[in-house]
């Protein structure tokens, strides 16, 4: 999963670089937002951390799926490529984390709740910011 989402952020930092788009200037507070989350929910037991995973790649295909709604005009057929080709691994990873036992970490419902609820605003905010 490490070694796709490196990947991932790859490509989309090289099509910002080219296409010349402002990213969002709260990608810094995101990234050490990321890191405390993960190492929060780690601190929990592998179930928690699998719980954040699914959590957190639920709320991004969902994402991911509403950016292809948008692009279904076919007005930019290889950033619709790539975020298909993404969101299916976001779907791999989340598959992945409950078939891991995401949903036996304590207070499952609770925890993803919070954390997709969490993962909704940091969207709405970095299309703003």
């Known amino acids: 999963m ?3 989402e490196a990947g991932h952020r790859e ?3 090289r099509l910002i670089a080219e296409r010349r788009v402002r990213p969002t200037a709260l990608q810094p507070v995101w990234s050490v937002a990321g890191y405390a989350l993960g190492a929060a929910t780690a601190l929990l037991g592998p179930e928690a951390a699998m719980a954040c995973t699914a959590a957190i790649e639920t709320e991004i295909d969902r994402h991911y799926t509403q950016q292809l709604e948008e692009l279904s005009d076919g007005s ?4 619709a490529a790539l975020v298909e080709e993404f969101r299916d691994d ?3 990873h989340r598959d992945a984390a409950l078939a891991a036992g995401a949903e036996r970490a304590p207070a499952y419902p609770l925890l993803s709740g919070a954390i997709r609820l969490g993962c909704r605003m940091a969207i709405r905010l970095s299309e703003r910011i």
């Open 11 to 13: 490509k989309f930092d």
């Open 90 to 92: 976001e779907r791999e």
């Open 2 to 4: 490490a070694a796709q």
């Open 76 to 79: 930019d057929p290889e950033l």
